[in-house]
């Protein structure tokens, strides 16, 4: 069997993640399993659309529940205590001067199950997040995205 990856977490994502799992297990299965009783009581289920995506549905939810654990198996938990404002690392908030156009920007550097870019959390696997890992507060970096070569100066890590 190929070695399961290793999921980084914050202790919030965590958290997060039991949270979700718990909720999936207990109210949603009991939902799901409500949608699927009633929609037997309309009768021939061979040709019951509520039967199949009532079914459809506990499929995606248990496939969910299935992939949760997983992450909570393989978690590695980033430790506040322990990073460094030296250097990017997991779980460091990064100030960022971008170069060509001067807008700055704030990143926090996350494992990919806690990645949001909308939020500012950026996975350490992506390019930004890659270009950043073990640079110190001053560096220029480039990063190469679809559009071309951005260029950023790490102003300020925390």
């Known amino acids: 069997m190929a070695t399961e990856k290793e999921v980084v977490l914050t202790l919030d994502g965590l ?11 207990t109210v949603r299965r009991r939902e799901v399993a409500e949608r699927i009783s009633q929609a037997r009581e309309y009768g021939d289920i061979s040709e019951n659309s509520e039967y199949e ?5 506990q499929s995606f939810l248990e496939g969910r529940i299935i992939t949760v654990e997983k992450m909570l198996r393989n978690a590695k938990i980033i430790d506040d205590g322990i990073i460094h404002s030296d250097t990017v690392g997991l779980g460091a908030t990064v100030k960022l001067k971008d170069l060509e156009n001067g807008d700055t920007l704030e990143y926090t550097i996350v494992g990919s199950a806690e990645a949001n870019p909308a939020a500012s959390r950026i996975s350490n696997e992506s390019p930004v997040g890659r270009a950043l890992i073990g640079q110190k507060s001053g560096t220029t970096i480039a990063v190469e995205v679809p559009v ?6 790490i102003v300020d890590i925390r």
């Open 148 to 153: 071309g070569v951005i260029k950023y100066q």
């Open 15 to 25: 958290k997060k993640l039991e949270d979700e799992l718990e909720h999936l297990k």
């Open 53 to 57: 995506d009532a079914k459809n549905e």
